[in-house]
Structure formats: structure tokens, C-alpha cells
């Protein structure tokens, strides 16, 4: 709150933006409502920097960030349509700038949203291409994430062979990680 006082006092649109972005984060579980406030000024403000002729891949990483960050307080608040539209729209930034990694990311917040309509197989379908970017990348935590996110999904359609797979894949990741203790699976 500092630096966003600070940035605002200084005329510093990327800064206040990106200090928008930070509270949206610390607010992300506890309070999605709050979050959704911070990220939603930190939104109008980034969007304002890249149509502005500012058009700098820093700028753009910014908007991809805080379009994958709000999807979770929206999906939190009900706000499904707007958390897939923002997770389509930061995957493709994220592809734009080559940043598999967040693009993968994008992709599994695609999968939650597409889960929370009701739409299993396209959410399967999205989740799986994130976490075959990130296998190929070697991101554990994009796999055990990606895995996480279905097996939920397993659980709600019944299909507990898919479920008892997917686990089988992320125990020895999530050992190796230190994310849980797998100790007795």
C-alpha cells in the first residue's frame, strides 16, 4: 500500500499498477472480493499502458500477469464467463511473449474455469496441454498443479481410474518437490 501510494504520488502508472497487481495477490484467498478491486484498477491502468503506444513486453507481461491473477478471485465470486475470458486472453499474451511457463498457467486456470461450467473434457482437454508444456519444460509445479486441478475433476465425474492415475504421476513429484508429506501413499 506503500508503494502504491508512492507510485501514485510520483505519476508512475507502471508501479501503481504493479503494486495493484501485489495487493491483488496478498488479498487472492482471503478476501477474493478485495482482490478483485485491486486487480481490476491494476487491469483499467495496465490495459491504459499497452494501448497507449507503450507497447513494451514489459508492459505486456504485466497485463498477462494481472489477467491470470484476477481469474481466481473471479471464479471465487461466481464471475466464471469473465475468469475463462481473462485466462484465454493472458495465455495468448503469454504465448505472444514466449513465456511458456505462464502461458502453461493460463492454461490450468482455462481448465478451472471450463470445470466450474460444467465442461469436463474441455477442461481435461486445456489442463493436459498445460501440463504437456510443462513436462516438456521440466516444471514439476506446473505438472503437480495441472494434476491437482483434476483431480478434483475425477472425483466430481466418478472417474476414479483417471484419478488413481494422475496420482500415481504426481506422488513422486510432489516427494521430490517437498510440496506434501507422501510418506504411507
Not at 491502468?45 to 507503450?54: D, G
Not at 508492459?59 to 481466481?72: H, S, Y
Not at 473471479?74 to 504465448?95: H, V
Amino acid at each position: 500500500e506503500e508503494a502504491l501510494a508512492l507510485a501514485r504520488q510520483l505519476g508512475d502508472r507502471y508501479t501503481e499498477a504493479r503494486s495493484l497487481w501485489s495487493l491483488l495477490l496478498c488479498f487472492m484467498w482471503p478476501e477474493p472480493v478485495r482482490a478483485l478491486d485491486y486487480g481490476e484498477r491494476g487491469l483499467a491502468i495496465a490495459r491504459e499502458l499497452v494501448s497507449n503506444s507503450h507497447l513494451s513486453n514489459e508492459n505486456l507481461e504485466l497485463l498477462g500477469l494481472i489477467l491470470v491473477d484476477l481469474t481466481l478471485p473471479l471464479a471465487a465470486t461466481g464471475q466464471i464467463k469473465a475468469a475463462r475470458e481473462y485466462a484465454i486472453e493472458a495465455q495468448q499474451l503469454f504465448e505472444q511473449l514466449g513465456n511458456l511457463p505462464m502461458a502453461s498457467t493460463a492454461g490450468q486456470r482455462l481448465g478451472i474455469a471450463y470445470k466450474m461450467e460444467g465442461q469436463f473434457e474441455q477442461s481435461e482437454r486445456v489442463t493436459d496441454q498445460s501440463m504437456a508444456i510443462d513436462r516438456s519444460l521440466g516444471n514439476a509445479g506446473g505438472v503437480i498443479g495441472g494434476a491437482i486441478g483434476l483431480l478434483d475433476l475425477y472425483l466430481d465425474t466418478g472417474d476414479y481410474a483417471k484419478f488413481f492415475a494422475r496420482l500415481d504421476e504426481i506422488i513422486p513429484l510432489v516427494a521430490r518437490e517437498g510440496r506434501l508429506p507422501v510418506a504411507g501413499f
